[in-house]
Nanobody, 123 residues
Framework: QVQLVESGGGLVQAGGSLRLSCVAS????????MGWYRQTPGKQRELVAT???????NYADSVKGRFTISRDNAKNTVYLQMSSLKPEDTAVYYC?????????????????WGQGTQVTVSS
């Protein structure tokens, strides 16, 4: 199995910064893309940012220029540096990883999610 553990959420004033981290562990052959999604009550989970194993990134328009995603492949860790935070950034943030695993001699792809970390931005 594979586990994703997030950390770094909390309460911050508008205009402030937070850094989220997510560490993947377990039976991993290769981590392909990793990313961050967020969800507020009554809404669907939405993409925030993703990053490939080669470092290519993709951002939601709402966070471009304010958030930066990065990863440390040696540590199986993805980060989300959030700056100039706005109240509308308030959400539960989920880490996501697309992982290749070797099972009984075959290589298979799986998607995993973390448990989520709350980010609250006060006005």
């Amino acid at each position: 199995q594979v586990q994703l553990v997030e950390s770094g959420g909390g309460l911050v004033q508008a205009g402030g910064s937070l850094r989220l981290s997510c560490v993947a562990s377990g039976s991993i052959f290769k981590i392909n893309s990793m990313g961050w999604y967020r969800q507020t009550p009554g809404k669907q989970r939405e993409l925030v940012a993703t990053i490939t194993s080669g470092g290519n990134t993709n951002y939601a328009d709402s966070v471009k220029g304010r958030f930066t995603i990065s990863r440390d492949n040696a540590k199986n860790t993805v980060y989300l540096q959030m700056s100039s935070l706005k109240p509308e950034d308030t959400a539960v943030y989920y880490c996501n990883a697309n992982v290749s695993r070797v099972i009984l001699g075959g290589l298979y792809g799986y998607t995993y999610w973390g448990q989520g970390t709350q980010v609250t931005v006060s006005s």
